[in-house]
């Protein structure tokens, strides 16, 4: 049994649920994530949970909506059955009192960030997070991101509101300018890979996810792998979190693309100190 019990547009492209649920939700930590299945033989939809209540079994969870799979999640309300929840998947992040946190986020990456802000934020960590989209109008839970985070430094690419420059220099000027202790990113392979080589001089732990916003075929999840030093991972079983400090990130770039509107000073990936 899945049901709606409730729902909000957050935006025109997220919608929070809170589903009545028997799956087991004790193991669901900030980086897994849980595939929502409207229809039998459906293709499921990626969602990251933000909140759940093992004694009630109610989960809360946000879903950015990508295609017409998720855009036939979105359309249903309260009272709404879900065919199936499969997961967690993934392996959670690791959440305690670092410090001061860096966290770089880039368009639709938020809505799998929120979860570990949260958590990041109830363990006593100042966080420095860096919003970014290609328009403001693309910049996702702006509100619920401001709340816990002691300092957001929007980027906005075409329009006016948001810092000038790129992410990579936002990221270059934050460790210049404050002590970080710990870098999280989330969103595509390109942000990924820039922030690892911007901060990969500096020395300093990065948890990144790979927010990739497709639907997952029923015949295609845990397809996607990358290469982690001394093993093969695949993405989309073992989670999209994983050590940054990658060995090939053109590799990474190669599988999951490149966004062309990223404007980044040029770091050759083999100059980079990888620590294993």
Same mark, same amino acid.
């Given at each position: 049994?899945?049901?709606? %019990?409730?729902?909000?547009?957050?935006?025109?492209?997220?919608?929070?649920?809170? $589903?009545?649920?028997?799956?087991?939700?004790?193991?669901?930590?900030?980086?897994?994530?849980?595939? +929502?299945?409207?229809?039998?033989?459906?293709?499921?939809?990626?969602?990251?949970?933000?909140?759940?209540?093992?004694?009630?079994?109610?989960?809360?969870?946000?879903?950015?909506?990508?295609?017409?799979?998720?855009?036939?999640?979105?359309?249903?309300?309260?009272?709404?059955?879900?065919?199936? %929840?499969?997961?967690?998947?993934?392996?959670?992040?690791?959440?305690?009192?670092?410090?001061?946190? +860096?966290?770089?986020?880039?368009?639709?990456?938020?809505?799998?960030?929120?979860?570990?802000?949260?958590?990041?934020?109830?363990?006593?960590?100042?966080?420095?997070?860096?919003?970014?989209?290609?328009?403001?109008?693309? %910049?996702?839970?702006?509100?619920? $991101?401001?709340?816990?985070?002691?300092?957001? %430094?929007? $980027?906005?690419?075409?329009?006016?509101?948001?810092?000038?420059?790129?992410?990579?220099?936002?990221?270059?000027?934050?460790?210049?300018?404050?002590?970080?202790?710990?870098?999280?990113?989330?969103?595509?392979?390109?942000?990924?890979?820039?922030?690892?080589?911007?901060?990969?001089?500096?020395?300093?732990? $990065?948890?990144?996810?790979?927010?990739?916003?497709?639907?997952?075929?029923?015949?295609?999840?845990?397809?996607?792998?990358?290469?982690?030093?001394?093993?093969?991972?695949?993405?989309?079983?073992?989670?999209?979190?994983?050590?940054?400090?990658?060995?090939?990130?053109?590799?990474?770039?190669?599988?999951?693309?490149?966004?062309?509107?990223?404007?980044?000073?040029?770091?050759?990936?083999?100059?980079?100190?990888?620590?294993?």
């Amino acid at each position: 049994m899945n049901k709606i %019990i409730a729902k909000k547009s957050i935006s025109s492209d997220v919608v929070r649920f809170e $589903i009545r649920t028997s799956m087991a939700v004790n193991d669901i930590r900030p980086g897994r994530y849980i595939l +929502l299945i409207v229809e039998k033989d459906k293709h499921g939809i990626p969602a990251a949970v933000v909140k759940f209540d093992a004694e009630k079994g109610i989960i809360t969870v946000l879903v950015f909506v990508a295609d017409r799979y998720s855009q036939q999640l979105a359309e249903l309300n309260s009272g709404s059955e879900i065919y199936g %929840i499969n997961g967690p998947f993934g392996y959670p992040l690791l959440i305690e009192n670092f410090g001061t946190v +860096l966290c770089v986020i880039r368009g639709p990456g938020a809505v799998m960030l929120l979860p570990a802000l949260a958590s990041l934020h109830s363990a006593g960590n100042r966080i420095v997070t860096i919003l970014s989209a290609r328009t403001h109008d693309g %910049i996702q839970l702006e509100n619920e $991101i401001r709340a816990i985070s002691d300092e957001v %430094i929007f $980027i906005s690419h075409n329009e006016n509101r948001g810092e000038k420059g790129s992410v990579c220099e936002a990221i270059t000027q934050t460790l210049r300018t404050t002590r970080i202790d710990q870098v999280f990113v989330i969103g595509s392979a390109t942000i990924i890979k820039d922030t690892c080589v911007h901060v990969s001089k500096y020395n300093i732990p $990065i948890q990144s996810i790979l927010y990739y916003d497709k639907t997952a075929q029923k015949s295609g999840h845990g397809i996607y792998k990358v290469s982690v030093p001394g093993t093969s991972r695949a993405v989309c079983v073992e989670g999209f979190d994983f050590n940054a400090w990658y060995p090939n990130l053109e590799e990474m770039i190669k599988r999951f693309g490149r966004e062309d509107d990223i404007q980044c000073n040029t770091i050759s990936t083999k100059d980079v100190n990888i620590p294993l």
